[in-house]
Structures are given as C-alpha cells and as structure tokens.
C-alpha cells in the first residue's frame, strides 16, 4: 500500500542528480536498494549472524536469487480462438501476481527484481531453504495455473552479484520442469466426467462439446484483458495490471478479439512480433560499456583548467603513477596535515578558554545574587572573578589571533598549485583505497582478460550493474514496447463497426458460433450476455453498407439461421428483433513484455507500423546501436488461419532472432557525417556496409539533455583501424575496444548486434516450418534464392528499402503489371536453370542479364538493379503483389498523394 502511493512521485523523481547517473529513477533507485535490505533482515531474523573473536556480529553482504520460469509459448499456442489465447496471457500474469503476493508480501522474505512472459525473479533472503521455499512456489503456480503452467525453480547460491540471474536463466531453460500432480486432473474425479474439453483438451467438458469451466474463465478473462491492453483509462484497469499498464493515460478504442474483425479488405491479417534481447544486458557484461564518469569529470573535479581536452588515453596515463608525482602529493598530503593538526591544536586551546570563561561568568553570577555573604567576602570574590575573565579574555584574544593566521596558512597550502600528475594521483589513491574497487578490477581482468590499467580504468568509469540499474534497463524496454503498443489504435486506420443483433427465439450458449445471416450468408458470430441479455455480434469484418442491410432485414422481422457453433445447440432459428452498432479499432495485443510485444493488426497496416517501430526504436536508442538488439517480425495470414500455427510461427520468429541476433557480426565504415545543434554535443550519421546485411545508416546522439557533449553512452566497438589504440576517447573494455562516436573513421571495421526484420506469408499451416532457423545458418532459407543468397533476415534498418523498392517499380515510365510479371519470371527462371542456390559458377553471366533487364524494363533504375543482386527484388515482389495484393497503379497514385501531402 506505501508504495503504491509513492510510486506515482517517485516514478517521475531521479534517482541521482548526477547527469551521467540520472539514468535510474527514484522509484528503481529505492526499490533496489529496499529489495537488498528487505532480504538482510529477513536473513538476520530468520538466522542470527554469527560473532567474530571480539562479539561483533559478523558483516554479511550476501543474498540469494529465486527463479520461477516456465515456458509462456507452450502455455499460450495450443489454442484455436485469440480470446483463449489472451486470456492465458492474462492467466500468466495472475501467477506472477500471486507470486508477488506470496513472497513479497505474506512471507515478506525477499522483492521482484526481473520479470516476463516465461517466469519471474527475486533476490531473496540467504537462508538455507530446503524444499520449503520451492514447494511453496510450486503450489502457487499449480493453484493459479490450474495446472497449465510446469514451472522450474532454481535457488542459487550466496551470491553478491545481481547479474548472475541471467546465468541462473539461461540454466532454468535447459532443464526439464518436474510434472507433479495437476490441479486439472481433479476434475476427471468427478462421477460422469468423460466428454474432453475442446479447447484445453485436458479437463472434462460438461458435455455436448461445451466448454470447461476453466476455459470459459479464461475466455471471459481474455475479453476483459482487451480493454486492459488497449486503452481503457487508468481507473477502470485491472488492480493487477503491470506498472507499465498501470502508468497508461491513453484512452485508445478498444481493439477486439475476432480475427475475422482484423482482417484488412482481402480477409488477411498480420501478426507482429517486436523483440529484445536482454541476456547481455542482465549479465551486466553490456552495462559496462555504458561509462558513469569521463576523463573530463576527472579533470574537472581536480581542477585542471584543460578538462575539456582529457580523455581516456590521457587518464590512463595519468593513472599510472609516477614516483615523482606520488612524492610531489605526499608532501603536500603531509604539509596540508601538519597545519590542520597545528590548527586543531589551537582551536581545541580556544574552545577550553571559552568554556573557562563560560564557568567564571556563571560562578561570578552566583556571588552577586548571594546577598547573605559578608560584604567584604563577596567584593574579593567578585574582583578574583574579574581577574581572571580579564586573563581569559586576553588569552583568547590571542588564540583567535593565531587561529585565523594558522587558518590563513592552511589555506594558503591547500592552494599551492599541484602538477596534473600529482592530482591524478590524487584521484587514484581516493579510488584505490576503497577495496570493492580493486576487487572489481580484478574480477573485469579476469571476466574479459584486460590489462590491470585497463581494468582499473574500466572499473572507475563504468556503470555499476546493480538491482536498480537492471530495473532500469528493462523497465525502460517495457515501456517502450508498451508505447508501441498503445500506438497501435492509431496506426491500424479509422475505427470500425460491428452489428449487434438482439435475437427472439433459439440461442446458443455463450461462445462462438457460425450463422446464416439475411443478405450476408454465413458469418461467424460471437454470442454473449449483456445484463442478463442475450446479444450476438458478427466477428467479422462488415462494411457499412452491410450493417445497413443487416438493419433493414431487422426491420422486416428476418431470420437468423444457426449452422454450427460451440455447445449444445447448434441448429435452428431464431428472428433479429434489433441491430445495435459498435465502435472498436481493428488490432489486438497479445503480449506485451520487457523482452516481447505480440499484436495482430490489418494485413495492410502492417509493414507501415513496422516502420513506425523502427523509426521510435532508432530515436529513442539510438546511443546503444549495434548494443541493444531489436527485432521486427511479420506473419501475413488469413482471418481464420488457426491460432495455433500463426503462434508456433512468431515463437519460431523469436527464436531466429534470438540465435542471431546475440552474434557478433562486423561493418565497415563507410562515410561518417556530423550534426550539430543546439549546445556543443553533436549527432553523428554513419554509413555501413556488410557482406552479410547490405548498406545501412545509424543516427547516434553524442549530446545529452542539455545540449552538452555526452562522453558517456555513445561507444561503438572497433575490431580494426588505424592508430586505434591512439584514439584518445576509448578504451579496452568487453569485446574489444569502444571508440566514441565521435572518433570512429572512415575505413574502421567495426562489431555490432545487429537488429533483424523478417516476414513471412502463412498460405498453409505447414509453412510455419520455414519461419525456423536452420543449425548454424545465419540466413532464413528462401523459396527461390536457398540458404547462401537469401536475404532474409534483414536488418531492421533496411525496413524502408522495401518500400522504397516498390516506389521504384512503381514509378518507372510504361511499367504494367504483364511487363513486371514477365521481367520477374525471367530473372527466377535463369536464377533456377543456371542453379545459383547452390554454386556461383554462372554468377557474371546473371549480373549481366539483371544489368540488361533493368535497362530494358526498369528504365536503368539502379536501386532496382542491386536490389534484384542483393535479392530484395524478390520479396519486394512477394510481399507487395502477392501478399498485400497491391496494383501498380493503386500503389502509384498513393505515393503521388503522400507526396503532394
């Protein structure tokens, strides 16, 4: 309850006010630290730490790290109906919710500290748990579950590091789940359970082929978590919806569970897949190519009137210290000390012969008002007295004479001017008396085999891999992953509408059916219960014109006619007394995670938000390009193509990004462009070329919110060029050497992680296969061009070409659909005659005839022409024509309007 109602504030507070370290919020930078106090002190409560030789309870830094993972794809792809399938999800997010419950709040034992679609993850208190804890979990899950969910629970060992949960999660998907006794299995107990349920096909059906009561809870959940996902304001969210969800303003229309209310005009849908890969990151192993200092805050901090011109080489040096530089601060360290001792000395004289004098008025007081004492008596009394604070005071008068001059002298030696080596050393000996700081070094020599100089330096500049900083990181790709999502309601197009029929006569039960409806034929419909009224609503894509004809048969009293559907009854008739209308946006958010964004949309909106994405991806991360891998990927569909094959396909999606999406690959360099703007940071534009990707451009910002230069975020990782090692603004690091962008060359090879598109058309429910990644490929096979030329997966940077293929072939002079057709089926007949999939021997010979073929019918566009080399050419084709259906002459004038716009 506290943190719920801190959260808001803290939420938008930073967590440190130095620039390079307000990367973490208040709220990431309490809530890692809270986690590892909550876990000490449940750890001391649980078992008293033990006493050194001296009865002082022994310092223990230690915790542990709690893994509760499962596999959300199996939980989630064996269904046939969206609403079964987001309700799952919703189920999944219940388990999390209840793990939360159990052992942040009733045990109380340890906090989350990472979390997604397969499983959720604590730091937890380092006590010698046996099964208690484990059991616990597993029990949780069952119950939550209803069994659905195997998870496997791991508990590692005392550990100081965070970071070895990614480990701990790489560990967990290897391992087989134990299978206990589901919580389903109660139901076959029953007497007369022996109908299956069609849906789950694990618990028994009530009968007639209806649905479990478990199944239709997560259905009904599935409706409700609609208008959780997509836009309903933030006081009528779900209590248990995600921080993110939570922080939602939008009030976006509702999108819908019917893939039949998706589809675009040709009945196609598309489901996109956005991912991230954070294993890197939650190792830490990329966390310390982001850096918390600069050679110029050093400089800086020290004084030195040339910090701008510091930088990683120079500090380097510098932190190698000199005997003569080490002598030079020793003196200075000694001189500085002698006077403060000295001036110590004469304030702690002061501060005694101001309390003297204190005492003396105070007893010269209690003479004065003691009228019972002899008058003589008190008089001598009384001028002791005065002697002595006379004596006082001169005393005092002189310490505070020698005071200021001892203060004015102490002064004067801190101000005597230090060589740069002196201060650097100055710097060094703060850094190296702190043990965690050479223990760090250590461990980076070791971890990636650097230099004890390079470590050190390592160890001082980058950002410290903590709870908070962790939360960081995936808290902010959640958030935007949920930003996209929320983006969808705009970008799918004007909203639709649905019929709602209000019915007299025969009705199924609830759940979906199909019907024949007067003047459409049969439509599949969703039949539902609105305030105790039965209601039906087409789930398919209707046009106005159809609703209009859909309210005019209500009006003649015409009659609906039930051919199959979910339940017991599933024939007869019934008469449409009324037709309501309602508004929805055509897309749905399956997902949404700090590592997944699944969401089916209109086939023809798709490749534009695709882009959308890219586009927010490349402005908002755009200092950890090549660092942070994205992905994009598509399935085109029909409306009814089953839930189950167009799921296996984006896990299938998911894995080829996660394959090679975590491989280095290397570019070279060639072109780099500065930006300037306001302040004196500076964006760069670089361009780069592959042998395996092609020809790309990044956009890094080297300045931060201020306008400044920012030394620490923008770091690309050189394998090879010239001089590297002399470049001033880099440093050996993990992976190699990371240059700053602003000292990258011309000719540089470089390493990056590369952000990958693919799609793929879903014509049969076998196809899903090709979405797979063969064993050690680092290409997706291609219908025409194999494994070795196929260009898929492409960077996600190279999203636009495609489009820009297309606007190419669009607009070349005479171009038809019979020319395009005839230059296409020449290129794939030669390609597959002369057997280029499997060796290059006619290689010249086909770059001749695209050359003459593109002269002859392309107009010698050379964008056409090295597309149609590189293989794009293809799937430009592919998608556009027979994908997306689009008309030359349709897609011609769209882009002379977009234009004219």
Not at 102 to 112: F, L, S
Not at 689 to 695: K, V
Not at 825 to 840: I, N, P, Y
């Amino acid at each position: 309850m506290l943190w719920s109602l801190v959260d808001v504030t803290f939420h938008h507070s930073l967590g440190k006010t130095q620039r390079a370290a307000n990367d973490i919020r208040l709220d990431q930078h309490v809530w890692g630290v809270a986690s590892r106090f909550k876990a000490f002190v449940m750890r001391d409560l649980l078992e008293p730490p033990p006493v050194d030789t001296e009865g002082k309870p022994v310092v223990r830094n230690t915790f542990r790290l709690l893994t509760v993972q499962w596999n959300s794809w199996e939980a989630i792809t064996p269904f046939e109906k969206l609403s079964d399938v987001v309700g799952r999800m919703a189920m999944i997010t219940q388990v999390r919710h209840a793990l939360r419950q159990a052992i942040e709040t009733e045990h109380a034992i340890g906090n989350r500290i990472y979390e997604d679609d397969d499983g959720i993850h604590f730091l937890v208190a380092d006590v010698e748990w046996g099964t208690e804890l484990e059991t616990l979990v597993r029990n949780i899950v069952n119950d939550a579950s209803g069994g659905e969910l195997l998870p496997v629970v791991t508990l590692s060992g005392p550990t100081e590091r965070v970071t070895d949960l990614a480990r701990q999660m790489a560990e967990a998907r290897k391992t087989l789940p134990i299978v206990g006794s589901p919580v389903w299995l109660e139901g076959w107990q029953r007497e007369g359970a022996t109908e299956l349920c069609p849906v789950c096909h694990r618990r028994p059906s009530p009968g007639d082929g209806a649905l479990c009561s478990w199944c239709k809870e997560q259905r009904d959940e599935g409706f409700r978590q609609r208008h959780a996902q997509s836009g309903i304001p933030q006081d009528k969210r779900r209590a248990d919806a995600s921080s993110a969800e939570a922080q939602s303003e939008s009030t976006q229309p509702a999108g819908t569970l019917q893939t039949g209310e998706l589809a675009d005009e040709r009945g196609k849908t598309a489901l996109i897949v956005a991912r991230f890969d954070l294993e890197d990151w939650l190792k830490g192993d990329l966390l310390h190519t982001l850096f918390i200092t600069s050679p110029q805050d050093v400089a800086q901090s020290q004084d030195l009137t040339d910090a701008s011109d510091w930088d990683w080489r120079r500090l380097r040096t510098m932190l190698q210290l000199k005997e003569t530089a080490l002598a030079e601060l020793d003196a200075y360290e000694a001189a500085v000390k002698q006077a403060e001792d000295t001036l110590n000395s004469k304030c702690k004289d002061l501060r005694e012969q101001h309390k003297q004098e204190d005492g003396e008025k105070t007893k010269r007081q209690r003479f004065v008002e003691n009228t019972g004492m002899p008058v003589e008596r008190r008089q001598a009394l009384l001028a002791e007295c005065d002697r002595k604070l006379r004596d006082t005071a001169t005393r005092i008068a002189v310490l505070e004479t020698e005071t200021a001059a001892l203060n004015a002298q102490l002064e004067a030696i801190r101000q005597q001017p230090l060589s740069p080596e002196a201060r650097i050393a100055r710097f060094s000996k703060k850094y190296s008396r702190l043990d965690k700081a050479v223990e760090l070094a250590a461990e980076i020599a070791k971890d990636y085999g650097l230099s004890p100089d390079d470590a050190l330096l390592l160890a001082l500049a980058r950002k410290n891999p903590s709870a908070a900083r962790l939360l960081r990181v995936w808290q902010t790709t959640e958030e935007f992953l949920q930003g996209q999502a929320d983006a969808l309601a705009g970008a799918v197009g004007p909203q639709r509408q649905r019929a709602v029929l209000t019915l007299y006569g025969t009705t199924p039960p609830e759940g979906y059916s199909t019907a024949e409806l007067p003047g459409l034929g049969a439509v599949d419909v969703w039949v539902r219960t609105d305030d105790k009224v039965c209601k039906v609503q087409t789930a398919t894509y209707l046009k106005a014109k159809q609703i209009e004809r859909l309210k005019a048969a209500a009006a003649t009293g015409a009659p609906l006619r039930w051919l199959s559907g979910e339940g017991a009854t599933r024939t007869g008739e019934a008469t449409i007394v009324h037709v309501d209308v309602e508004s929805y946006a055509p897309y749905q958010v399956i997902t949404r995670s700090p590592n997944l964004l699944l969401a089916m949309v209109p086939a023809d909106r798709a490749l534009e938000i695709a882009q959308q994405i890219q586009s927010a991806y490349a402005a908002e991360f755009s200092k950890v390009q090549g660092r942070l891998p994205f992905h994009v990927g598509l399935a085109f569909m029909d409306a009814h193509y089953p839930m189950f094959a167009a799921l296996d396909t984006a896990r299938r999606l998911a894995e080829t990004f996660d394959t090679l999406g975590n491989r280095w690959m290397e570019a070279q360099i060639r072109q780099v462009e500065e930006t300037t703007g306001a302040g004196d940071g500076k964006d760069y534009t670089l361009e780069l070329e592959s042998a395996r990707f092609g020809s790309w451009k990044w956009t890094i910002s080297a300045r931060l919110g201020n306008g400044a230069p920012d030394w620490y975020h923008p770091y690309v990782l050189v394998k090879a060029g010239a001089d590297l090692e002399q470049r001033g603004m880099s440093l050996q690091g993990p992976q190699g050497r990371w240059v700053h962008v602003s000292q990258v060359e011309v000719g540089d090879t470089i390493s990056f992680l590369p952000n990958l598109y693919d799609f793929i058309s879903l014509d049969t429910v076998s196809r899903r296969l090709e979405a797979g990644l063969l064993p050690d490929a680092t290409r997706r096979a291609h219908p025409l061009l194999g494994s070795r030329h196929s260009p898929r997966p492409y960077l996600l940077e190279r999203v636009n070409e495609l489009q820009a293929v297309w606007d190419a072939i669009c607009n070349v002079s005479g171009m038809s659909e019979s020319r395009l057709q005839a230059a296409t089926t020449l290129l794939a007949r030669k390609w597959e005659e002369w057997q280029l999939s499997q060796h290059d021997t006619h290689r010249a010979e086909y770059a001749w005839l695209v050359q003459h073929t593109v002269a002859r019918d392309f107009g010698g566009n050379p964008v056409i022409e090295q597309a149609i080399l590189d293989g794009m050419y293809f799937d430009v084709i592919d998608l556009y024509r027979h994908i997306l259906k689009q008309s030359l002459e349709k897609s011609k004038t769209q882009t002379t309007e977009e234009a004219a716009s």
